[in-house]
């Protein structure tokens, strides 16, 4: 019975390395990881490791960063020009254009975040754009405000805002070929925000009819972004 169960199956963690990689498979671990390189490997053309991030808030910033560096991916400083193009978007200090592009607050215009995101990816040698949005200060903190001030809140606040990028986002996706992947990252935990989880999982239908990749985390969206790259160079060797 024991010989016949999967638990047969286990070893030497180092043997099953190399027999995928003699198979030109790579490793993950659970379904997470799996679900992760899939998506990567199916919404993103170039699976490489240069990555720009953006997103409001320079704690995601430098914890993607370290991610990223952890997982052998690159995150090269962008040039000089870039940083200064990017820089106008900003009419007060307290922004940093270096990569991670921190926009300062996660509801940036949407005007002025597309034309950032246009900057990047036509000027920068990087595979794949990152932006992480956060949606508790696009769904609850608005809800929030307008409960306090006696309005009713019939819709989602965040739709139209993550609406109006996905338009921005297939159209420079039209122009480049840069890859964009998306962070909806949902922090919500009190039992009154549980429809921020619907929200989220509709937006992001949305995002993945139009061709882009989307993750629930950053940490998430790294990984895979991580595992597509290891099989292309997998595949060219």
């Given at each position: 019975a024991t010989l016949s169960h999967t638990g047969?199956?286990?070893?030497?963690?180092?043997?099953w390395q190399g027999a995928l990689a003699q198979a030109?498979?790579?490793?993950?671990?659970?379904?997470?990881?799996?679900?992760d390189t899939l998506v990567a490997l199916s919404y993103l053309k170039r699976r490489g490791r240069r990555i720009a991030l953006a997103g409001g808030g320079g704690a995601i910033g430098v914890f993607s960063s370290d991610l990223a560096h952890r997982w052998g991916l690159?995150?090269?400083?962008?040039?000089?020009?870039?940083?200064r193009r990017l820089a106008?978007?900003?009419?007060?200090?307290?922004?940093?254009?270096?990569?991670p592009l921190d926009t300062g607050t996660p509801a940036f215009p949407l005007e002025g975040l597309g034309g950032m995101i246009r900057e990047i990816t036509t000027r920068e040698p990087v595979d794949v754009l990152l932006?992480?949005?956060?949606?508790?200060?696009?769904?609850?903190?608005?809800?929030?405000?307008?409960?306090?001030a006696g309005l009713t809140v019939d819709e989602s606040p965040a739709e139209p805002y993550l609406t109006g990028l996905l338009n921005i986002l297939?159209?420079?996706?039209?122009t480049t070929d840069k890859d964009?992947?998306?962070?909806?990252e949902n922090k919500t935990?009190?039992?009154?925000?549980v429809n921020v989880e619907l929200v989220r999982r509709r937006i992001a239908a949305q995002y993945q009819r139009q061709g882009l990749a989307v993750y629930p985390s950053a940490e998430r969206a790294l990984r895979g972004i991580r595992n597509a790259a290891r099989v292309k160079a997998m595949d060219t060797k």
């Amino acid at each position: 019975a024991t010989l016949s169960h999967t638990g047969s199956l286990g070893g030497e963690e180092q043997i099953w390395q190399g027999a995928l990689a003699q198979a030109g498979a790579i490793q993950v671990t659970g379904l997470d990881e799996m679900v992760d390189t899939l998506v990567a490997l199916s919404y993103l053309k170039r699976r490489g490791r240069r990555i720009a991030l953006a997103g409001g808030g320079g704690a995601i910033g430098v914890f993607s960063s370290d991610l990223a560096h952890r997982w052998g991916l690159d995150i090269p400083a962008f040039g000089d020009e870039t940083r200064r193009r990017l820089a106008a978007y900003f009419p007060t200090p307290g922004n940093s254009v270096v990569n991670p592009l921190d926009t300062g607050t996660p509801a940036f215009p949407l005007e002025g975040l597309g034309g950032m995101i246009r900057e990047i990816t036509t000027r920068e040698p990087v595979d794949v754009l990152l932006l992480i949005m956060l949606l508790h200060p696009l769904e609850v903190v608005p809800a929030a405000f307008m409960k306090t001030a006696g309005l009713t809140v019939d819709e989602s606040p965040a739709e139209p805002y993550l609406t109006g990028l996905l338009n921005i986002l297939t159209e420079i996706r039209s122009t480049t070929d840069k890859d964009i992947a998306v962070v909806l990252e949902n922090k919500t935990y009190r039992l009154e925000d549980v429809n921020v989880e619907l929200v989220r999982r509709r937006i992001a239908a949305q995002y993945q009819r139009q061709g882009l990749a989307v993750y629930p985390s950053a940490e998430r969206a790294l990984r895979g972004i991580r595992n597509a790259a290891r099989v292309k160079a997998m595949d060219t060797k």
